[in-house]
């Protein structure tokens, strides 16, 4: 295998497309938490802590990557990871996954703050350890508590430059916390058979289509409300709130049809569109917080 071929293999353990959706929550939590346009230092702690957070979210997926070989092996989704393959041994993921957390939590204490560390390092064993271990395995409300974990990433940003747990990160927190369970179920329909066979107990499989529909359905309300709370508290204005309103209703949209009537197809939709629900929220956030 030549040396570029072994670089992709390593940085797919990390889930890129996880990560910088990742990092660029944590980073809309640290323009946040900046009053207006950062500052030379502030910029440099932007970057450290960019970095930190991205090398310790990619040994948190490497990690799972290892411990979950065997179950991705046995699904279409995965089956393609270095772990499942047999491309990258036991011992090299390990030994790769220990090197970001190590690499990533030394830049945090050293060049952002021990707090967002220590956040970080929480996060890591939230997500490698208590999801992955024990969560998943064991229940299919798996994804409602592994998703504190994967919430985490704008309180990391807002810690990162302010040196605490602020009230507004913590909305942030709440909106991705809500907006986890509808984004992965709707991944869990149209996948529900790779599922049965890995015999993880998600939510379709255990409770069925119709329930996990209902399911999407309720939190994509909750989810609705969640995202007002910026505009409520001042946090933001009319810029974010329109463009909210908008997503939230967009995604309600999708609940209503999949509850009306199923397709894989319409669920793979779903599943889209609440990526771009995440990313386009958290960035009509930003702009709204330097345009008005």
């Known amino acids: 295998m030549s040396f570029v071929a072994v670089i992709q293999q390593y940085n797919a353990l990390t889930k890129p497309r ?13 323009a946040l938490a900046i009053p207006g346009l950062p500052n030379v230092d502030e910029w440099i702690r932007i970057v ?3 970095l930190g957070i991205w090398l310790v979210a990619g040994a948190a997926a490497a ?3 290892l411990v979950e070989k065997t179950l991705d092996a046995k699904m279409r989704r995965t089956a393609w990871r270095p772990t499942a393959t047999g491309q990258l041994s036991d011992v090299q993921a390990l030994l790769f996954s220990v090197l970001l957390c190590s690499l990533g939590t030394a830049i ?24 992955t271990l024990i969560l998943k395995p064991l229940t299919p409300q798996n994804i409602v508590i592994g998703g504190a974990s ?22 942030l927190v709440l909106i991705i916390f809500l907006w986890t369970p509808p984004h992965f179920w709707a991944l869990a329909l149209y996948r529900v058979e790779d599922y049965r ?60 049809a999949l509850m009306r009537k199923y397709s894989d197809e ?4 779903t599943f889209r569109f609440s990526l771009i629900h995440l990313s386009a929220l958290f960035a009509a956030l930003l702009l709204d917080h330097y345009l008005v």
């Not at 945090?108 to 390092?121: A, I, K, Q």
């Not at 255990?206 to 209902?214: A, C, I, S, V």
């Not at 319409?266 to 939709?269: D, G, P, Q, S």
Request: proline fraction near 5%.
């Open 63 to 65: 990690f799972n990557c």
């Open 266 to 269: 319409l669920a793979r939709k």
């Open 150 to 171: 994967g919430a985490m990433p704008p309180l990391l940003g807002w810690a990162a430059i302010t040196g605490e747990i602020g009230s507004q990160a913590l909305i």
């Open 18 to 30: 996880v990560i910088q959706l990742i990092v660029f929550c944590a980073l809309i939590g640290m």
């Open 48 to 50: 450290w802590a960019c």
């Open 197 to 256: 066979k890995s015999g993880l107990p998600m939510l379709p499989v255990t409770h069925g289509n119709d329930f996990t529909r209902l399911q999407i359905l309720l939190y994509t309300f909750l989810l609705m409300a969640a995202c007002l709370l910026p505009f409520v508290i001042g946090m933001s204005s009319w810029l974010y709130l329109a463009v909210a309103v908008l997503l939230s209703a967009g995604f309600i949209g999708y609940a209503v």
């Open 108 to 131: 945090l204490y050293l060049f952002v703050n021990p707090l967002t560390m220590w956040l970080t390092f929480a996060t890591f064993i939230g997500y490698a350890v208590v999801y």
